[in-house]
């Protein structure tokens, strides 16, 4: 059986995202292979994957990584490091990607939990989407998350994204909830910030 394949570039902008991107505490930097150990880090821990369908061996972390490094070399955008300034360790990813199978830019996130609960998730996505509302023109942006990510929801409702409804994720088939933000309510966050 042929099946075609996910639609993950047509709804992309022209331009590639502009990274290396600096906020006040951390680095958003394109993945290398030097990352293995750490992207494993985050993908073999059960707390950080229980959300994104469940933990990864080695390999499959690697695998991963070489698909991610791949895809932002050849679209200029998808899953980027996030390093800690200060002493560039890494602490997770973020990124703006294609929402899989839809014509919407998303943006996405996760952190290990040594990170969690200190403003890096907001502060990275501020980020990403003063980029897509300014440099890349876009006039909107979603994101996707498991109805039982509160922490991520949290992050998505204090930038201005509001829930549209629920969503099959066409890669694994997972239920979600889509959320949207428009330069509008994120202006709101940014003066409220």
């Known amino acids: 059986m042929v099946t075609d394949p996910i639609d993950r570039v047509s709804a992309l902008p022209p331009v590639p995202f502009p990274i290396p991107l600096l ?47 791949d895809r932002v070399e050849a679209t200029g955008y998808g899953p980027f490091a996030v390093e800690r300034i200060d002493d560039a360790e890494l602490i997770g990813w973020s990124g703006v990607q294609q929402l899989p199978g839809y014509p919407m830019i998303e943006v996405i996130f996760a952190f290990e939990p040594s990170s969690w609960g200190r403003g890096f998730a907001t502060e990275v996505a501020a980020a990403l989407l003063l980029q897509c509302f300014g440099a890349l023109g876009l006039h909107e942006v979603v994101a996707t998350v498991d109805p039982r990510n509160l922490a991520s929801i949290g992050v998505l409702n204090k930038l201005g994204f509001q829930s549209v409804g629920p969503i099959t994720h066409k890669l694994n088939h997972a239920q979600g909830i889509l959320y949207r933000v428009t330069p509008d309510l994120f202006r709101r966050y940014l003066a409220n910030a």
């Open 23 to 69: 906020t006040h505490r951390l680095r958003v930097r394109p993945f290398t292979l030097s990352d293995a150990d750490a992207i494993y880090r985050l993908h073999g821990d059960p707390l950080v994957s229980r959300y994104m369908g469940g933990t990864l061996t080695r390999e499959q972390s690697l695998d991963n990584l070489r698909a991610l490094i």
